[in-house]
Structures are given as structure tokens and as C-alpha cells.
């Protein structure tokens, strides 16, 4: 049976999908994780739950601790990671409340350490990242998502941002021109991590706003992506519950 770590983002800090669940404070050689650990059970599979921003959202996008995170699910026995993420539509056919199962990154991060080689002292490190997402997880959830009734696109290339800012018209344009699919700030940093220290991960990102390339509608706000992502978090919470339970 697996133990499956779940990295809540926005909107889904902290999924209520455990039964019996525990809390674990954890510490790595990374610092501290953005969050308690919450270790409990759905279905017959173990899951751990850290909230990616914390449990009041008091991270922000360049303060969470990426490494502390996913060195303390792989400590606790994680053998996947399933992230969920808030992101910005690039795509007309990407309409909010869609989910996209993502399956490439470009990292456009500036601030933080995005690795756990950053010292060649012990020997050269360079980890292969031509296809960063896990195929298998991937099938899985899509699956899954078939089967909960949700609309989610197979595939997707996330442009993850610096942040906290939003990106301006013309960097919109200019990610649409190179390619992605959808915008946020987390999984590129989160995702290369994880395959350093080989966990599978998945991301299920939910497009809550279309950026400002769309000059038909007002750019971005946080209040909106805040609003539609509660307005969908049920969604997510069903998804995740049929993913966990049915993952063997
Ligand atoms: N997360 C959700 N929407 C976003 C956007 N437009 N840009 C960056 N991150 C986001």
C-alpha cells in the first residue's frame, strides 16, 4: 500500500480528505517544511498533506521552503507526490475551473534554490529533466478524473514565475509565444526538486483567470483566482479522494 504526499497549494491548503489524521512536526536538513504534517489515511493508502503556503498562507511564493517540503515527504515514506496548484490560463480552450494535468515546465523563478546540489563538493550532479511530470501518475489521474466527471486537459506546459507580482501584458504574450499553456508560481521549483531526490510527481493545476493576454476581460486578481478556486475546491477535493483510494 502506498504512502502518497499531497502538496495542497492555494485554495486547497488543507484538503479535509483524512480520516484519523495526525499531526507531525518535522525538521529537515533544509529547515523547516511550509507546514504540520497531516499523516492519516484515505481508503486503504497512507497520505501525508503539507500545505505548500502554509496553514494561514502566510508563505509566499518565493518564501516557501521547496526543499524542506519535499525532503520531509520523501523522509515520512512518500512514494509519490500529488501537488495541487492554482494557475493562469494562457489558452482560450483552457476556461476557468478546467483542470490541466501538467506534463512540462519553464522555470522563470529568479530567487530561490530550485536544488539539492548546489555544491559539486561530493562529486557532479546534473538530474535529466526532459519530461519532469510522472507518466504513470499522470494516466492515473486522468483516469480518475474520467471517472469523477471532471474536465481536465491531458497535458500542459506551466510557466512558473517569480512572483508575487503577476506578469505584465507583453511577458503574458511572450509565455503564450514560447509555448505555455498555463502560469503560476510554485511547481517548476517543486517538481525539478522532486526529481532529484526521484519521487514521482503529479500536478493537477486548476485554471482560476486568464492572465491579462486576454485583453477582452480585466487582467488577473487575487481575489478572483480566491474565489474561483473555492467555488471549485469540491471538484479538486473528489478528484484527489478517487486518485488516492484507487492508486496502487
Ligand atoms: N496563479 C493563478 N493565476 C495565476 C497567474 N495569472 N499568474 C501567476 N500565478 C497564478
Known amino acids: 500500500m502506498p504512502t502518497i504526499g499531497i502538496i495542497g497549494g492555494s485554495g486547497l ?19 523547516n517544511p511550509s507546514s504540520l504534517l497531516r499523516v492519516g489515511t484515505i481508503g486503504s493508502n497512507r497520505v501525508i498533506i503539507i500545505a505548500r503556503h502554509g496553514h494561514s498562507h502566510e508563505y509566499s511564493p518565493t518564501e516557501v521552503n521547496y526543499r524542506a517540503n519535499i525532503y520531509a515527504l520523501k523522509h515520512q ?10 494557475c493562469g490560463s494562457l489558452r482560450a480552450e483552457i476556461e476557468r475551473g478546467d483542470f490541466v494535468l501538467l506534463d512540462q515546465f519553464i522555470d522563470f523563478t529568479r530567487k530561490r534554490i ?5 555544491s559539486f563538493a561530493s562529486g557532479a ?28 486537459h491531458p497535458r500542459g506546459t506551466v510557466v512558473t ?16 509565444s514560447w509555448g505555455a499553456d498555463v502560469i503560476n508560481m510554485s511547481v517548476a521549483t517543486e517538481v525539478a526538486l522532486a526529481n532529484e531526490l526521484a519521487i ?38 473528489a478528484l484527489l ?5 484507487t492508486l496502487k
Open 13 to 31: 491548503d488543507n484538503p479535509d480528505i483524512i480520516k484519523d489524521a495526525t499531526t507531525l512536526r518535522v525538521d529537515t536538513p533544509y529547515g
Open 200 to 237: 514521482p510527481y503529479a500536478a493537477i493545476a486548476m485554471s482560476t483567470d486568464y492572465d491579462c493576454w486576454k485583453t477582452d476581460e480585466p487582467p488577473v486578481s487575487w481575489e478572483k483566482i480566491v474565489r474561483i478556486f473555492e467555488q471549485n475546491a469540491q471538484r479538486m477535493i
Open 77 to 86: 515514506g512518500a512514494d509519490c507526490i500529488i501537488a495541487t496548484t492554482a
Open 114 to 118: 530550485n536544488t539539492y546540489h548546489e
Open 161 to 176: 514565475i517569480e512572483g508575487p507580482r503577476f506578469s505584465t501584458r507583453a511577458e503574458s504574450m511572450m509565455f503564450r
Open 125 to 152: 550532479v546534473h538530474t535529466p529533466m526532459a519530461d519532469p511530470f510522472d507518466s504513470a501518475l499522470r494516466a492515473h489521474i486522468l483516469d480518475c478524473a474520467g471517472r469523477v466527471g471532471v474536465k481536465c
Open 241 to 245: 479522494r478517487m486518485v488516492v483510494e
